[in-house]
């Protein structure tokens, strides 16, 4: 059981370690931009960057922080890894049995576009269950 749950810590420092590097990319990427902006100074630009920074890259921060918390507990052991695995990993099966419904109306309706003579961008609607697909089995098994 002990390697088991070394195995899953490991997962989530992967994952949130990914995470984190994500949301250090859209940092880097609005710092970078400042002096490239086409109005005001460095200084007057600088608020707006700090909103796309917290919006950005905010939740991808807080779930790449909260990983490497769930792998800190999964890797010591301790009690309350149940509970938090549990919540966690539910909320993330939600998100992704409903990024699949989506990826599924997607493909119908590109499908009836398709009849229609449209549907040049109805592969998009794979990108949804892709990622829907991915969440799932990730969660799954660690529930």
Known sequence: ??????????GHYAW??????????FVVGA?????????????TNLPGALMFVAFAAGPFAALGSWLLVLGRRAWTGRAPLRTALCWTHG??????????????Q???????SAARGGGIMGSLAALPLLFGGAILALSVPSL
């Open 1 to 10: 059981m002990r390697w088991s749950l070394r195995i899953l810590a490991l």
């Open 16 to 25: 949130g370690g990914a995470l984190l590097l994500v949301a250090a990319w």
């Open 31 to 43: 710092i970078r931009t400042l002096p490239h902006m086409s109005t005001g100074t460095v200084w």
């Open 91 to 104: 909320a993330l099966l939600l998100l992704g049995a409903f990024a699949i419904v989506v990826g599924l």
């Open 106 to 112: 997607g493909m119908r309706q590109a499908e009836v």
